[in-house]
């Protein structure tokens, strides 16, 4: 049976994979994108709503679309106040184990916390990991706690605590929203304890990126007490910023300041209250209105445009989420390279960027590495537009006339309607073959299900915090997502280099075969890399940001 890949915090609650509908299906597929930015004619109806109900012009202070504001504000900050945020509810329960939306790993994430945290430019950050170290170059990692912490109910957290949380992860029946990251990598028995403060890990392969799987780029990675049972919400335990009080699946959530919480003097508020909302205009109009101070899922396209009304900052950070436009190259037409040159070639990438992401995004180049990414290889030559190289690649690939069927669920639709505009205008025909969630991700996954099958088809992608998370399954031979069917002995060979490189040379050596492979066979079309907004009422708080992942930490916010 396939894994399902790792869930997209913007997901159906918006981060977090696969939700909508589907129900089995999609809670066996955790890790896909599931944008729900909403359609240019709605979110600008809402807009012109909002801006309406700001006030005059004394009230708009600041330039809208200047979202480049620092989150945070120096100065001293002042202790006290609760938070109040705005979320989807979570669709499925909140359980550290297997949540994947975005509602549901906001509130792990503010009473649990990771050995490593991931920051908003992918960065590292210590937590319950004081350090690590890598040993066999690359087999073995070893991971030192950080002296003092307590879980929330007393229990000192311990090597045995973090050992039996990836235990946890990794078995079966746990049916855990992590266990694909994992693959190829560490296996069960592969994690040991020395002493109660060193973890060890040890791979089934090197693999140089390791510390990214155990921190919050795997959002699952929360370390929860040893007998951990699954009833999170009823009994709440953890090492993070805050306390659990109060959960109601349909109305919110109350939390309270963790007195036991290893960072001296954080958090500084008193608390949190989430409120959950049944879609995202109700949420954006309790922002505009100060029934809430900030959003944990903000959508680009509506809270976008009210940078700067009202009080309200909109903050924005660049991300690793895409939509992957994939052509199957073991069959016609996309068997001929020139015709899936000739596709990516009649892309406008900056209009992708402007209409679907509202200029959010990063424009992609046909590979998987980010601008994020350390090792992006900065010398491929960015593709554009170019309707002439369009028609000289058809014509060399003996094609008079292109068309084809593109499939996507829902959440794609933006995406495909400017996919079949943007063709049209360079003489290809595109017919849209829109399939419910469950559809799309359903049938046998091994042979027929839509989203490795079918000829064209767009698959949104979650964020990864390492681009081998996107290389291996999608584009390696015979990868367990490789809906393109594509296979290069190159691109394996160097994928495997990659993730056993010592050095930042050698990594960004493999990096750029890799990268050149993808670009010059296109078997993906990677037109935008979606970017991440949180919107907060920057009269009330300071110290709220964006994260790529839509990932929350309110331990530094404080009242102004």
């Not at 060399?396 to 400017?418: C, H, I, N, Q």
Request: glycine share 12%; with cysteine; proline share 8%.
């Amino acid at each position: 049976m396939q894994k399902s890949p790792h869930p997209d915090p913007r997901g159906t609650s918006a981060p977090g994979g696969p939700g909508g509908p589907g129900g089995e299906v999609l809670s066996r597929l955790p890790g896909l994108s599931r944008r729900l930015f909403l359609g240019a004619a709605g979110g600008a109806a809402l807009t012109g709503l909002l801006a309406a109900c700001a006030g005059g012009a004394g009230d708009t202070a600041g330039a809208s679309g200047s979202r480049t504001v620092p989150a945070s504000a120096p100065g001293t900050p002042k202790t006290g106040g609760v938070l109040r945020a705005g979320s989807p509810p979570p669709p499925t329960a909140v359980d550290p184990v297997t949540m994947y939306d975005g509602s549901a790993i906001a509130i792990v994430q503010l009473v649990a916390d990771y050995l490593i945290w991931l920051d908003r430019d992918f960065k590292l950050v210590p937590r319950l990991a004081e350090k690590w170290e890598s040993e066999e170059g690359g087999r073995r990692w070893v991971f030192s706690l950080r002296e003092g912490v307590t879980f929330s109910d007393g229990t000192p957290l311990n090597a045995k605590a973090v050992k039996a949380t990836f235990d946890r992860l990794l078995d079966p029946k746990s049916k855990s929203a992590a266990a694909a990251a994992f693959d190829s990598v560490l296996a069960r028995g592969g994690i040991g304890v020395r002493g109660d403060s060193t973890v060890v890990f040890t791979l089934e392969r090197p693999f140089s990126d390791f510390p990214y799987l155990v921190s919050a780029g795997n959002y699952n990675a929360v370390i929860l007490k040893e007998d951990y049972a699954g009833d999170f919400t009823g009994k709440p335990v953890g090492t993070g910023p805050f306390l659990l009080e109060s959960y109601d699946a349909s109305s919110g959530a109350v939390f309270t300041r963790n007195p036991k919480y290893w960072e001296p003097g954080k958090p500084y508020l008193d608390g949190v209250r989430i409120t959950f909302y049944a879609d995202d205009q109700a949420d954006l109009l309790a922002l505009q209105s100060g029934e809430i101070d900030t959003q944990i899922l903000s959508r680009p396209a509506l809270a976008g445009p009210l940078d700067g009304v009202g009080g309200i900052t909109v903050d924005q950070v660049q991300g690793t989420g895409l939509t992957a436009f994939t052509l199957r190259v073991d069959q016609p037409p996309f068997d001929r390279k020139e015709v899936r040159q000739a596709i990516a070639y009649a892309l406008d990438r900056p209009g992708v960027n402007a209409g679907v992401y509202d200029d959010i995004g990063a424009l992609g180049n046909d590979h998987l590495f980010a601008a994020l990414f350390p090792a992006a290889p900065p010398d491929v030559p960015q593709r554009a537009k170019d309707p002439a190289k369009v028609a000289s690649l058809l014509a060399a690939a003996g094609v008079d006339r292109l068309s084809f069927a593109l499939t996507y669920d829902p959440p794609s639709k933006d995406y495909a309607l400017t996919v079949q505009d943007q063709l049209k205008q360079v003489g290809i025909e595109v017919e849209l073959d829109q399939r419910t969630s469950g559809d799309f991700y359903g049938g046998d996954q091994e042979k027929d299900t839509p989203w490795l099958f079918t000829p064209a088809n767009l698959v949104g992608w979650a964020g990864r915090a390492v681009p081998s998370q996107f290389v291996i399954p999608m584009v390696k031979s015979g990868g367990v997502w490789n809906g393109s069917k594509y296979a290069n002995p190159a691109l394996d060979a160097a994928t495997d280099a990659y993730d056993s490189a010592t050095t930042d040379e050698e990594r960004r050596a493999q990096a750029a075969i890799i990268a050149g492979a993808l670009h010059e066979d296109v078997p993906v079309i990677i037109a935008v890399w979606s970017g991440a907004v949180r919107a907060y009422d920057a009269k009330r708080f300071t110290g709220v940001s964006a994260h790529p992942s839509s990932y929350v930490d309110f331990s530094s916010v404080s009242r102004l």
